[in-house]
């Protein structure tokens, strides 16, 4: 039995349920309220994009956008809530039809690199030293289009950049395999772990593994969390679900393997995830057919399975666990694990 779990969403999990088939079905919740609701759901860390905080970034000066940052530190304060990281949006801009970092044109790559300096910036005004790199279109849809080594390489020289630029902050790196592009450059934990052994601090590069993308990988979420655990390099969560390899869904937390999802609470709370601070984020996606009085129920359904599953997993012995790996009786150790869950 370890700690305490603190729990952390970001804006965009609250929304009116456009998806690339159809537009919005529900009314926009202005971003002031959004803040309201993160206590009244059990949540106190809220996790941004730079232009959640700062939303018209690209047509501000560095130091107005600096300037607003710290107005939303003031407000965050006051709601009692904690910024938790802040990612840069390198795939809505027009210069990052073709990726950011590992762009084929020079002065793409340039705007996505002063891009991620503001996000420093940003974390730094928030209060927060957690960058998080989700590389959403760098990869490819034709291979030839880009030398893979030539982008590994890129995407380090970016790493490197926003590290010398602020010495206080880290980097987190959320791996993906595909979606929006067909192969990403980054698309297991093991992947993100070795690019930090590309810069010269690799102490200041972890990782955040989202479940999702561990399934869309074809990978056991709760493994890939051991393995940066052993490496010491989770430093954050997206926890949700995902019902095979299809567009990622980000599922209600346990909604399709509630044993899935208790391996995954087992092996934070085992191995001691959230004592050094670490928040459990909840990626979890608003189901489309949700009216609007209904529709934060995937953010408070999530926690609470957490915490159920949570129980759970401290009421197994592990006396017990043991004796019968001990035994090599694995099928009684299976009927014992789904006899908690089914409880
Ligand atoms: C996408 C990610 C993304 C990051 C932050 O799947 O969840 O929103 O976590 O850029
Ligand atoms: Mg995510």
């Given amino acids: 039995m370890q700690g305490e779990f603190r729990f952390s969403f970001g804006p965009w999990n609250i929304h009116e349920g456009a998806d690339p088939f159809g537009p919005e079905v529900r ?14 759901l059990g949540f106190d860390g809220i996790q941004f994009h730079d232009d959640d905080a700062v939303p018209n970034l690209n047509n501000m000066t560095q130091s107005e956008i600096v300037k607003e940052a710290s107005e939303l ?15 840069p949006r390198l795939w809505m801009d027009p210069r990052t039809i073709d990726g950011a970092f590992t762009s084929n044109c020079p002065e793409c790559r340039k705007y996505a690199i002063e891009r991620l300096k503001t996000t420093a910036d940003i974390a730094e005004a928030l209060g927060t030293k957690n960058i998080v790199f989700w590389l959403a279109r760098e990869g490819t849809y034709i291979r030839e289009s880009k030398d893979p080594v030539v982008a590994t390489e890129r995407i380090a020289e970016a790493l ?3 590290l010398d630029y602020n010495k206080n902050i880290r980097v987190m790196i959320e791996s993906k395999p595909n979606e929006p592009v067909d192969h990403a450059f980054i698309p297991t934990i093991g992947h993100a772990i070795a690019m930090g052994l590309m810069t010269n601090a ?10 999702a993308h561990a399934i869309l990988a074809n990978l056991c979420p709760s493994e890939e969390m051991g393995f940066a655990l052993a490496h010491k390099k989770l430093w954050s969560v997206h926890l949700n679900d995902q019902n095979g390899l299809k567009f990622d869904q980000d599922q209600t937390f346990g909604m399709v393997d509630p044993r899935r999802a208790l391996n995954q609470v087992r092996v934070l709370d085992k191995h001691g995830y959230g004592l050094n601070g670490e928040w459990v984020g909840l990626d979890v996606k608003v189901l489309r057919t949700q009216k609007d009085e209904v529709a934060l129920k995937h953010l408070e359904y999530s926690r609470k399975i957490f915490l159920r599953l949570l129980e759970i997993s401290r009421s197994l012995d592990d006396a017990k666990i043991d004796a019968l790996i001990a035994e090599r009786d ?8 789904l006899d908690a869950i089914l409880k």
Avoid: S, W
């Fill in 330 to 337: 694995y099928e009684e150790l299976n009927y014992y694990i």
């Fill in 73 to 87: 530190k003031k407000a965050l304060d006051d709601h009692g809530l904690t910024a938790e990281f802040v990612a």
């Fill in 27 to 40: 009314k926009t919740i202005p971003f002031h309220e959004k803040l309201e609701t993160y206590k009244k």
């Fill in 160 to 162: 490197q950049t926003v």
């Fill in 202 to 211: 690799p102490d200041r590069v972890g990782c955040l593994i989202e479940t």
